[in-house]
């Protein structure tokens, strides 16, 4: 079952304007991932935010969390034709009796950016 | 991609036909992943495994099947039961929290 739903599905923006993309989930979380996977690569970790976080900052990402509203948003800002790539929100459910994490993904946000 | 390998890059397979996909890791991660990626969707998660010699289903391990019986390696296997193994399949690590993956395998039945 998929937790995360990111909006919107695709966006596409000039070089150097800032994207915003959305992710909401159905349940309690420990905490909440974003992930990064150019054109049929792997993914890659970019930022984890915690239930008790309300924003956090990586260079250029923004990642805040609103837990009574069970929603997330990552920023992009100046963003750069290299930061075109499907963008996804994983959400935790802590294994039973195991210390390691099952996360579920989102459908993505595919974010084209022009040069 | 870091220190996870998938084999091979592109597969293609017979209708009928069992074939492995490969996965190795030299991260010393205990817990490890196989999810399945159809075009314009998220992944899915076929198995995973906390430590060695155990593993536990996902949401769609109906026609595929794992072993760990290292630490390094979490091979998965496309059964013919598997009635539309056509997809990308990643492989994937984790410590505690974040979970880091490979570059991943392309499957085509043709």
């Known amino acids: 079952s998929q937790q995360g739903e990111e909006d919107p599905q695709a966006l596409s923006i000039q070089e150097g304007e800032n994207a915003t993309m959305n992710c909401s989930y159905k349940?309690?979380?420990?905490?909440l991932q974003w992930y990064r996977q150019n054109s049929g690569r792997g993914l890659v970790h970019l930022i984890l935010?915690?239930?008790?976080?309300r924003e956090k900052h990586s260079g250029r990402l923004r990642v805040t969390l609103d837990t009574s509203k069970k929603s997330s948003s990552l920023l992009i800002t100046a963003s750069r034709a290299a930061d075109t790539a499907s963008y996804f929100c994983?959400?935790?459910?802590?294994?039973?009796?195991?210390?390691?994490?099952?996360?579920?993904f989102g459908k993505g946000t595919l974010l084209t950016v022009n040069p | 991609d870091g220190g996870i390998t998938q084999s091979p890059k592109y597969l293609f397979r017979k209708e009928g036909q069992n074939v492995t996909l490969s996965c190795e890791q030299n991260l010393n991660h205990d817990a490890m992943y196989w999810y399945r990626q159809d075009p314009g969707q998220g992944l899915r998660l076929i198995y995973y495994?906390?430590?060695?010699?155990?593993?536990q289903k996902g949401d769609i391990a109906e026609g595929y099947s794992v072993s760990r019986e290292k630490k390094e390696s979490f091979p998965l296997t496309v059964t013919s039961a598997q009635k539309n193994p056509t997809a990308f399949y990643l492989c994937?690590?984790?410590?505690?929290?974040?979970?880091?993956f490979g570059p991943g395998t392309r499957l085509t039945v043709l």
């Open positions: 935010i915690r239930s008790n976080e």
């Open positions: 994937a690590t984790s410590n505690i929290d974040e979970q880091f």
């Open positions: 495994s906390q430590i060695v010699n155990d593993f």
């Open positions: 994983a959400t935790d459910g802590r294994y039973s009796g195991g210390s390691n994490y099952k996360l579920t």
């Open positions: 349940t309690s979380i420990n905490n």
